[in-house]
T-cell receptor, first 109, second 116 residues
Framework: QKEVEQNSGPLSVPEGAIASLNCTYS??????FFWYRQYSGKSPELIMS????GDKEDGRFTAQLNKASQYVSLLIRDSQPSDSATYLC?????????FGAGTRLTVKP | ETGVTQSPTHLIKTRGQQVTLRCSSQ?????VSWYQQALGQGPQFIFQ???????GRGNFPPRFSGLQFPNYSSELNVNALELDDSALYLC???????????????FGNGTRLTVT
């Protein structure tokens, strides 16, 4: 079982729609969860962090965490073509951060 | 605020050679982590340095080694390069190792290594 699992996609949504990205993790002791966005050929950039069960909103982005189900998600409202990128889920069970393989999102105008 | 900087940006090496990649951490950050990202994959954890000591290591062979200097900058050394070492190498800094569980990583632009 992989430490962090994501659907590789590609996920395609029309402009203005809600994009939903999902992630599961294996280490129940994990305390910190992050979403990174990575444009092609670039390095990952931090979008959201979440540490407690429930929802956390930041602009068009909402992160959701359910530790009992070992599940993290990211919702992107009013998706824009500029949101087209690979989204990486990351989990920090100890000192180091572990990443999923990423979900490629395409937002079509 | 100065971000994470990596050098060089691109590198081409021959199988069997050795390579050194360099990283300067973001100001105020004392922990540096190194990741390998193959095409189409997520970043894979190589190791982390905190206070000049290795503070965790992923599933990479000993020919991957590193250093951290008193100014928190870091080097990644890879000996006996193999074709499969071709990847994007990412350096990331954070505020605290050890108990810094909530500290996010801030990435540099990476070094693209090609082994022929």
């Amino acid at each position: 079982q992989k430490e962090v699992e994501q659907n590789s996609g590609p996920l395609s949504v029309p402009e203005g729609a809600i994009a939903s990205l999902n992630c599961t993790y294996s280490d129940r002791g994990s305390q910190s969860f992050f979403w990174y966005r990575q444009y092609s050929g670039k390095s990952p950039e931090l979008i959201m962090s979440i540490y407690s069960n429930g929802d956390k909103e930041d602009g068009r982005f909402t992160a959701q965490l359910n530790k009992a189900s070992q599940y993290v998600s990211l919702l992107i409202r009013d998706s824009q073509p500029s949101d087209s990128a690979t989204y990486l889920c990351a989990v920090k069970p100890h000192n180091d951060m572990r990443f999923g393989a990423g979900t490629r999102l395409t937002v079509k105008p | 605020e100065t971000g994470v900087t990596q050098s060089p940006t691109h590198l081409i090496k021959t199988r069997g050679q050795q390579v050194t990649l360099r990283c300067s951490s973001q100001s105020g950050h004392n922990t540096v982590s190194w990741y390998q990202q193959a095409l189409g994959q997520g970043p894979q954890f190589i190791f982390q340095y905190y206070r000049e000591e290795e503070n965790g290591r992923g599933n990479f062979p000993p020919r991957f080694s590193g250093l951290q200097f008193p100014n928190y900058s870091s080097e990644l050394n890879v000996n006996a390069l193999e074709l499969d070492d071709s990847a994007l190498y990412l350096c990331a800094s954070s505020e605290a190792g050890g108990s810094g569980v909530n500290s996010p990583l801030h990435f540099g632009n990476g070094t693209r290594l090609t082994v022929t």
